[in-house]
């Protein structure tokens, strides 16, 4: 039995100019987080709160958007404030 594909989502060879768009961001968060840890040791920073650690929450809360924004793509029931905040950083 064939398994049916939403509407919505599109094959992974219809897409491929975005899936290179996605690995380059992902490619320049890395280096930009390697970056930070230079500077971090530059700068002789060893605090819990250094240039690194706040650009990996910036990347982690990135991602979370993301995964966010495709579960409510996919159709899936989404609680309101999730929504609301979403519709907010949109902006």
């Known amino acids: 039995m064939k398994a049916e594909r939403s509407p919505k989502m599109l094959p992974r060879d219809e897409t491929p100019t975005k899936d290179s ?10 280096s930009l987080i390697a970056l930070l840890h230079q500077a971090d040791k530059m700068l002789s920073i060893d605090a ?6 706040e650009g990996i929450f910036f990347y982690i809360f990135n991602e979370l958007l993301s995964i966010i924004k495709n579960y ?17 950083l949109k902006d």
């Open 21 to 30: 768009g996605v690995i380059f961001k992902k490619v320049l968060m890395f």
């Open 48 to 53: 819990s709160l250094s240039f690194m650690t």
């Open 72 to 88: 409510g793509r996919l159709g899936l029931s989404l609680h309101e404030q999730l929504k609301t905040i979403v519709t907010a």
